[in-house]
């Protein structure tokens, strides 16, 4: 019922709006100026700066970096889609501990998998929401507007219920 109302009145998205401003801020801060160089040196996901400096900071200061414009355009055209669709269901604060889960996640996974190599955007925190909302719409699809529940063969829309 909660989410029912929350749909037909939603709240003012101020988490997501505040996460894609702090992009973009940084973003436009960097382009053209020595800033962008900064950037990259103090603030990239670096994985022998995280381990040998302690510099634990970049496990999320990484994803306010962007290599492009297409770069953030296509990670801040996701991320505001995702979240204002989920902080309308979950709330501000869920949606800012899932984008620090997400980008803390995220950059582990990455100084993991490829330590040499820096790594700068907000990808993570956009896989982060679209699993929040593929769980979300798969654990309460009766919360969704029939237009969006999951059809069954031929068109037919899914009786499911869950307990």
Do not use: K
């Not at 894609?20 to 382009?31: A, E, F, K």
């Not at 160089?37 to 994985?47: E, G, K």
């Amino acid at each position: 019922m909660r989410a029912r109302r929350l749909w037909a009145n939603p709240p003012i998205p101020w988490m997501t709006a505040l996460l894609c401003g702090l992009c973009i801020r940084v973003y436009l801060w960097s382009v053209g100026t020595d800033g962008e160089r900064v950037l990259l040196d103090q603030f990239s996901r670096w994985t022998p700066a995280i381990l040998e400096n302690r510099e634990s900071w970049r496990l999320v200061t990484h994803a306010f970096l962007h290599g492009g414009f297409g770069h953030i355009a296509n990670n801040l055209l996701l991320l505001a889609f995702c979240g204002v669709a989920l902080e309308t269901v979950v709330g501000s604060v869920a949606v800012g501990g899932l984008f620090l889960v997400s980008v803390v996640a995220g950059g582990g996974l990455a100084a993991v998998m490829s330590p040499e190599r820096p790594s700068v955007g907000a990808s993570d925190a956009d896989f982060g929401f679209i699993a929040g909302a593929v769980v979300f719409g798969w654990r309460y699809q009766e919360l969704l507007p029939e237009r969006v529940r999951v059809r069954g063969p031929a068109g037919a829309t899914s009786t499911r219920r869950r307990a």
